[in-house]
């Protein structure tokens, strides 16, 4: 029974009236692609401020290597030479040779890092502002699509309702034609102005189709997936739109344009900065040398700690 009774459910909210421009305006909000590329954004911004915060921690490097002298060199010695009746053939070398090498570094003063830890904030900020200003248009763009759906069917409303009553008096028209009571011509002339009816007919439907796949890609929503709007008293009933005096330091494009002056700048000085000395400690270095001879004796040549 419950297996039967929740496709009936499912089915029956999809039968309910379409989307309100409320709805259809939180739903972009959350699922358009560009909201989540300018989250993405705003995390970049975060990783880059933690980035540079790190490059004035300890750094630690390190390097190793292993040898393998797969063929030692080899030397003749000559008989007699140390006691030796017969010529004596010896390999030099080691056959396994390890080099580590650790070093920990410690920056004391560098311009350019402060300068980079300084446009942490501006880059932040610039991040959220673009956030922000795709939040705007998506909502601009979503209301905009949506109201000219319902543009576009009172458009298509009115031109099937001239065209019925254009053709009525066609009827009228043919009628006086053949009875001789009027020229050909006038029955040309409104015969004429139906077929332009019809020809706005077909562009009306089409910006109709259009409005509504723009506002399927606003909103997120696949273009093959069916959109019904439930708001048609918007047409008849807009909202109205408070006086509010205008202050362009509230534009968001004015502070974006701000804080991009601001990273230019400090970007000017750390240029600069780029020809400024830096101070650095290296406290520590370590080597760390090993070999191993042909028959697999494992011996430390040297340590060398600084």
Known sequence: MLVAVLPSLSKAQNAQPGWTLKQCIEYGLKNYGGIRLAQYQVETANQQAREAI???????????????NIKL??????????????????????????NVAAQATQTIYDKTLLLGIK?????????????RQTQEDIVYNVAKNYYQVFVSQQQIALLKDNMARTQQVLAILKLQRDNGVIQPVDYTNTEVSYNNARSQLVLAENSLELALN?????????????LTLSDSNIVKQLPKVQKQDFDYHNLVSFQQGERNLDLQRINMERTKAGYLPTLSLTPVTVRFL????????????SVLVR
């Open 119 to 131: 446009a942490n904030e501006p880059n932040k900020k610039l991040a959220e502002l673009n956030t």
């Open 290 to 301: 090993s070999r191993i001879n042909s028959v697999g004796r494992f011996r430390i040549s």
């Open 54 to 68: 790190s490059q004035y921690l300890p750094q630690v490097t390190g390097s190793g290597n292993f040898t393998d």
């Open 214 to 226: 723009q506002l399927k890609f606003q909103m997120g929503v696949s273009q093959d997936q069916p």
């Open 73 to 98: 060199q080899r030397s003749v010695i000559p008989a007699n030479t140390f006691g030796n009746p017969e010529p004596l053939t010896i390999a030099f070398g080691q056959k396994y040779q390890t």
